[in-house]
C-alpha cells in the first residue's frame, strides 16, 4: 500500500497569510494526486485535482504543486473561510490511501 | 448540479448487517466509477470499495473484503454498499464519491455500532 504522509498536522495561521501543507507518498504516484477540505460540518470538498489542477468553483488562491512522491497545496492569502481540515489523497493505486489531516487554525 | 445523497444509516448491534444506498443526480451516473469512503469519529478518511461504471470490476480495502459488498443499479442512478458482521470499528460517516478521481462527494451518513 502507498502511505501518504502529511504536514503538518495542526498549522495555526494569521488571516492574509501565506500558507503551505506538504504530503509525501511511500511511492511515486505520477500525479494522480487529490487535496480536499473538510469543513466542520462534515462536508467534504476537493480543491485540487492531479496535483494542480483546480476544481471550478474553488477560489483561486489555492494552488497545488508537486512530483514523484512529494506534493503541496498553498493558500496564497488566508480567509477565514479557509479554516478547515485539509487531505491529500493518492488515486494512483488501490487502496487509495490518505494523507491523516491537517487542522489549519488561527494563531 | 451534482448531488449524492446517502441513506441507509443507523445504530446496529455487532454482527448484525446493514444496507447504504446513494442516489445521484446531476451527471451521467452509468459513466462513472463510484467508492465509498468512510471516516470513524474525530479520525481522518479512509477509502473502502470502488466499482467500475459498468459493475466490471470490483475493489475492496482491506478491512473490509469479505464483509461488504459494493454493487450499483445504473437503471436507478444508485450505487449500494451490503455490510455483514458488523463490528464496533466500523462505527463511522460513510460518504459515497463519484468518478474514479473522486470528483464529487455526498453529504455522509452516520452507521453506529454498538450493543
Known amino acids: 500500500d502507498i502511505q501518504m504522509t502529511q504536514s503538518p498536522s495542526t498549522l495555526p495561521a494569521s488571516l492574509g497569510e501565506r500558507v503551505t501543507i506538504n504530503c509525501r507518498a511511500s511511492r511515486g504516484i505520477s500525479n494522480n494526486l487529490n487535496w480536499y477540505q473538510q469543513k466542520p460540518d462534515g462536508t467534504i470538498k476537493r480543491l485540487i485535482y492531479?496535483?494542480?489542477n483546480l476544481q471550478s468553483g474553488v477560489p483561486s488562491r489555492f494552488s497545488g504543486s508537486g512530483s514523484g512522491t512529494d506534493y503541496s497545496l498553498t493558500i496564497s492569502s488566508l480567509e477565514p473561510e479557509d479554516l478547515a481540515m485539509y487531505y491529500c489523497?493518492?488515486?494512483?493505486?488501490?487502496?487509495?490511501?490518505f494523507g491523516a489531516g491537517t487542522k489549519l487554525e488561527l494563531k | 448540479e451534482v448531488q449524492l445523497v446517502e441513506s441507509g444509516g443507523g445504530l446496529v448491534k455487532p454482527g448484525s448487517s446493514l444496507k447504504l444506498s446513494c442516489v445521484a443526480s446531476g451527471f451521467t451516473f452509468s459513466s462513472y466509477g463510484m467508492h465509498w469512503i468512510r471516516q470513524a469519529p474525530k479520525k481522518g478518511l479512509e477509502w473502502i470499495a470502488l466499482i467500475y461504471y459498468d459493475s466490471s470490476n470490483k475493489y475492496y480495502a482491506d478491512s473490509v473484503k469479505g464483509r461488504f459488498t459494493i454493487s450499483r443499479d445504473n437503471s436507478k442512478n444508485t450505487l449500494y454498499l451490503e455490510m455483514n458482521s458488523l463490528r464496533s470499528e466500523d462505527t463511522a460517516m460513510y460518504y459515497c464519491g463519484g468518478g474514479y478521481r473522486f470528483d464529487y462527494w455526498g453529504q455522509g451518513v452516520m452507521v453506529t455500532v454498538s450493543s
Open positions: 489523497q493518492q488515486y494512483a493505486s488501490s487502496p487509495y490511501t
Open positions: 492531479y496535483t494542480s
